[in-house]
């Protein structure tokens, strides 16, 4: 290993699905001498996109990790997808670099994802550069423009497209030539005055002397400071396709992007909840180990693979690490860095660098890695992901798969963290969600190709509610005599609705022993019996109150079983009196959507029973409705809404509280339900 901590630069390529970031990725690894070709997505020979899924779509679904190293620089470069389908990875990426490289294609303008990375970058605290793409014959004048006026005035351009978009030319380092549009010389003066003026010191030597007076050393601190609080946010031009601005791309990075020790500081805490407090972790190499794992792979042939970033100390092959507050560490045996699907063994890992370590089962993702108990009850600040709400539930198509689909479904959900599986123990279904149909597809039929197992899938079903309307009485008697010792048990109860969200009461209100307290027990046992199973169409009751007043027994024949089957049916004869009624789930539902589809949003929500509470306003021309809305309205809104915005909108629901369901809906419910109680 040649390079140091200040040698290394951290990369994310991000942006909108068909801004050729693979592409850009190739070309950097080419420019950089770590390939000699440069692979096409088209014929599925590039270093990033190597699943056969990835090859089949044309584009990627899992981030990409390979490094270049020019001289004593060693370039960390993180390709990631942009459909939105996939953000759990991207986002993942932005827990292991200093700089995020948002890709704009030229010809199609500020996109959707566009918007989305820069949040997220910003919201991280990382260094920003927009890289904008396929400069031949994109009006990269107007894209300018666009940019400056979406993200700020803080976007200018540190070069600019030549000869038509065939080559670049430098404004910042040697400001020399002729550019496709505006001059040179004024970009040059721009981005020099909004360096400058970040640092005083820099600002008076540059009042004092002009240019001439700055030396290299301050007018590289004062770029670096612009970086860290987004003071600066370049624009490059580069055409990945013709390699017009890729050696500057890389010179770029090499020069003037921050490396660990540049960077703003990772927000580690120490600590939960209250009592957690902020740590900066050192990039010292002789400290003790703090890394971090943002990324898992399942390989089905190297077993589970655990991409970290160093954030302190050095991990060396056969290191000791402990996982979080783990007591017991394992031995680092083989430690790997990456280049696409191959994985090359070294010696270390140091501060600000990625590797990897293979077969350990306990390391999960956003662990933290660490050689000392003095790092005990370390984290990482959680990246915030967006919620996966699409959800399919799923079984298997072959019996005694069971714990095959358990166990596949685990492994998926550690790769990606937008992927999550439930299971519903009330509904008694496995239930998985993720960011839209497409995800859930193609995780499906990796789970399928991967590791053997097909599954059946369904909508998932709404956990409803059944609960009473007014006051009613109920009465039953048990009696049953088969020879010898019989069944006798009676019970009268009464029964009445609480508010929303009460839960369920038991009243014992019986008087001179007509039920003896060792049976009481049993007549509670009988009515949540029903009360987990419903009376009228199968969902768990609750908001009630049962009071048990009065009943018989006999010195012989009254058991346990008797007064349980007693409690059971007395309970359902109050309920048929009750006025029973269903109770639906309603979440609290944010849409974002730009602003020229608001008027199709909220019609759609209307017809969702969906009561809107307001709107409100953010940057970029995007609205977020705020509402109310049925659960069961909502199941499918990913395709709805993508529908509607061209793929631009995206939600988010909580849930709120039960109300009570339409007529109709519950008549359609109650008419399919079978019932399951048993005849006693």
Same mark, same amino acid.
């Given at each position: 290993?040649?390079?140091?901590?200040?040698?290394i630069?951290?990369?994310?390529?991000?942006?909108?699905?068909?801004?050729?970031k693979?592409?850009?990725?190739?070309?950097?690894?080419q420019?950089?001498?770590?390939?000699? @070709?440069?692979?096409s997505?088209?014929?599925g020979?590039?270093?990033?996109?190597?699943?056969?899924?990835?090859?089949?779509?044309?584009?990627?679904? +899992?981030? @990409?990790?390979?490094?270049?190293?020019?001289?004593?620089?060693?370039?960390?470069?993180?390709?990631?997808?942009?459909?939105?389908?996939?953000?759990?990875?991207?986002?993942?990426?932005?827990?292991?670099?200093e700089?995020?490289?948002?890709?704009?294609?030229?010809?199609?303008?500020?996109? $959707?994802?566009?918007?989305?990375?820069?949040? $997220?970058a910003?919201?991280?605290?990382?260094?920003?550069?927009?890289?904008?793409?396929?400069?031949?014959?994109?009006?990269c004048? +107007?894209?300018?423009?666009?940019?400056?006026?979406?993200?700020?005035?803080?976007?200018?351009?540190?070069?600019?497209?030549?000869?038509?978009?065939?080559?670049?030319?430098?404004c910042?380092?040697?400001?020399?030539?002729?550019?496709?549009?505006?001059?040179?010389?004024?970009?040059?003066?721009?981005?020099?005055?909004?360096?400058?003026?970040?640092?005083?010191t820099?600002?008076?030597? $540059?009042?004092?002397?002009?240019?001439?007076?700055?030396s290299?050393?301050?007018?590289?601190?004062?770029?670096?400071?612009?970086?860290?609080e987004?003071?600066?946010?370049?624009?490059?031009?580069?055409?990945?396709?013709?390699?017009?601005?890729?050696?500057?791309?890389?010179?770029?990075?090499?020069?003037?992007?921050?490396?660990?020790?540049?960077?703003?500081?990772?927000?580690?805490?120490?600590?939960?909840?209250?009592?957690?407090?902020? #740590?900066?972790?050192?990039?010292?190499?002789?400290?003790?180990?703090?890394?971090?794992?943002?990324?898992?792979?399942?390989?089905?042939?190297?077993?589970?693979?655990?991409?970290?970033?160093?954030?302190?100390?050095?991990?060396?092959?056969?290191?000791?690490l402990?996982?979080?507050?783990?007591?017991?560490?394992?031995?680092?045996?083989?430690?790997?860095?990456?280049?696409?699907?191959?994985?090359?063994?070294?010696?270390?890992?140091?501060?600000?660098?990625?590797?990897?370590?293979?077969?350990?089962?306990?390391?999960?993702f956003?662990?933290?890695?660490?050689?000392?108990?003095?790092?005990?009850? #370390?984290?990482?600040?959680?990246?915030?992901?967006?919620?996966?709400?699409?959800?399919?539930?799923?079984?298997?198509?072959?019996?005694?798969?069971?714990?095959?689909?358990?166990?596949?479904?685990?492994?998926?959900?550690?790769?990606?963290?937008?992927?999550?599986?439930?299971?519903?123990?009330?509904?008694?279904?496995?239930?998985?969600?993720?960011?839209?149909?497409?995800?859930?597809?193609?995780?499906?039929?990796?789970?399928?190709?991967?590791?053997?197992?097909?599954?059946?899938?369904?909508?998932?079903?709404?956990?409803?509610?059944?609960?009473?309307?007014?006051?009613a009485e109920?009465?039953?008697?048990?009696?049953?005599?088969?020879?010898?010792?019989g069944?006798?048990?009676?019970?009268?109860?009464?029964?009445?609705?609480?508010?929303?969200?009460?839960?369920?009461?038991?009243?014992?209100?019986?008087?001179?022993?007509?039920?003896?307290?060792?049976?009481?027990? +049993?007549?509670?046992?009988?009515?949540?019996?029903?009360?987990?199973?419903?009376?009228?169409?199968? $969902?768990?009751?609750?908001?009630?109150?049962?009071t048990?007043?009065?009943?018989?027994?006999?010195?012989?024949?009254?058991?346990?079983?008797?007064?349980?089957?007693a409690?059971?049916?007395?309970?359902?004869?109050?309920?048929?009196?009750?006025?029973?009624?269903?109770?639906?789930?309603?979440?609290?539902?944010?849409?974002?959507?730009?602003d020229?589809?608001?008027?199709?949003?909220?019609?759609?929500?209307?017809?969702?029973?969906?009561?809107?509470?307001?709107?409100?306003?953010?940057?970029?021309?995007?609205?977020?409705?705020?509402?109310?809305?049925?659960?069961?309205?909502v199941?499918?809104?990913? @395709?709805?809404?993508?529908?509607? @915005?061209?793929?631009?909108?995206?939600?988010?629901?909580?849930?709120?509280?039960?109300?009570?369901?339409?007529?109709?809906?519950?008549?359609?419910?109650?008419?399919?339900?079978?019932?399951?109680?048993?005849?006693?």
């Amino acid at each position: 290993m040649s390079y140091t901590t200040e040698g290394i630069r951290n990369i994310a390529l991000v942006g909108h699905a068909s801004a050729g970031k693979t592409t850009l990725f190739e070309a950097l690894l080419q420019s950089g001498g770590l390939i000699q @070709t440069q692979g096409s997505v088209e014929r599925g020979s590039t270093v990033s996109d190597f699943d056969p899924m990835e090859k089949e779509r044309q584009h990627s679904i +899992a981030d @990409t990790i390979a490094s270049i190293d020019r001289g004593d620089c060693h370039i960390n470069l993180i390709d990631t997808p942009g459909h939105p389908e996939f953000r759990g990875p991207t986002l993942s990426a932005l827990a292991a670099v200093e700089t995020c490289a948002i890709v704009v294609n030229a010809h199609n303008g500020i996109e $959707y994802s566009t918007h989305r990375m820069m949040e $997220y970058a910003k919201a991280r605290n990382l260094c920003r550069v927009l890289v904008v793409n396929k400069i031949d014959g994109g009006n990269c004048r +107007a894209l300018v423009e666009q940019l400056r006026e979406t993200f700020g005035p803080e976007c200018l351009p540190i070069n600019l497209p030549a000869q038509g978009g065939k080559s670049v030319v430098d404004c910042f380092f040697k400001p020399d030539g002729v550019a496709d549009f505006d001059s040179v010389a004024a970009a040059h003066q721009r981005i020099i005055d909004q360096v400058v003026e970040i640092n005083e010191t820099v600002m008076g030597h $540059y009042l004092d002397e002009g240019e001439q007076g700055l030396s290299g050393e301050e007018l590289h601190d004062a770029f670096e400071q612009c970086l860290r609080e987004g003071h600066l946010v370049p624009i490059c031009f580069v055409s990945a396709r013709t390699g017009a601005g890729v050696k500057e791309l890389l010179e770029l990075i090499e020069r003037l992007a921050p490396n660990p020790k540049e960077g703003n500081p990772p927000p580690f805490v120490k600590g939960s909840g209250a009592d957690a407090t902020p #740590i900066e972790a050192q990039p010292d190499p002789a400290a003790h180990v703090i890394a971090d794992v943002w990324k898992i792979v399942n390989d089905p042939f190297v077993g589970k693979l655990s991409i970290f970033r160093v954030y302190q100390g050095t991990v060396r092959k056969d290191t000791q690490l402990f996982i979080d507050d783990g007591k017991k560490p394992f031995k680092v045996g083989h430690l790997f860095k990456l280049k696409g699907k191959d994985h090359v063994e070294i010696d270390q890992a140091i501060p600000g660098d990625i590797a990897a370590v293979a077969k350990i089962d306990e390391i999960h993702f956003d662990a933290v890695l660490h050689d000392s108990h003095d790092e005990d009850q #370390i984290h990482l600040k959680p990246l915030e992901f967006p919620v996966p709400m699409f959800g399919l539930a799923v079984e298997p198509a072959h019996k005694g798969q069971e714990q095959k689909l358990a166990t596949a479904l685990a492994k998926l959900g550690e790769e990606d963290p937008c992927f999550r599986v439930d299971h519903n123990k009330e509904l008694n279904e496995t239930v998985v969600r993720g960011l839209s149909d497409l995800h859930l597809k193609l995780m499906l039929e990796r789970m399928k190709e991967r590791y053997g197992v097909e599954v059946k899938s369904r909508p998932p079903r709404i956990a409803y509610r059944e609960t009473v309307g007014t006051q009613a009485e109920g009465h039953h008697r048990h009696k049953k005599q088969t020879g010898g010792a019989g069944q006798f048990g009676e019970v009268f109860l009464r029964i009445e609705p609480l508010e929303r969200g009460g839960g369920f009461e038991f009243v014992d209100a019986v008087k001179g022993g007509t039920i003896p307290g060792q049976f009481l027990p +049993a007549v509670e046992k009988g009515v949540r019996q029903v009360l987990d199973h419903g009376a009228v169409a199968g $969902y768990q009751m609750q908001d009630v109150r049962v009071t048990v007043y009065d009943g018989k027994y006999h010195p012989v024949d009254s058991k346990e079983v008797a007064f349980v089957a007693a409690g059971k049916k007395a309970f359902l004869d109050a309920i048929a009196k009750a006025r029973p009624t269903l109770l639906e789930p309603v979440v609290n539902l944010e849409v974002f959507v730009p602003d020229n589809h608001m008027g199709d949003v909220t019609g759609g929500l209307a017809s969702k029973r969906a009561r809107i509470s307001g709107t409100d306003s953010l940057r970029g021309g995007e609205i977020i409705i705020k509402a109310q809305v049925p659960l069961a309205e909502v199941t499918d809104y990913q @395709t709805e809404l993508k529908s509607l @915005t061209g793929g631009r909108g995206r939600y988010a629901i909580e849930f709120s509280h039960y109300e009570i369901v339409p007529a109709q809906v519950q008549k359609h419910l109650v008419d399919s339900y079978k019932p399951r109680h048993e005849e006693d």
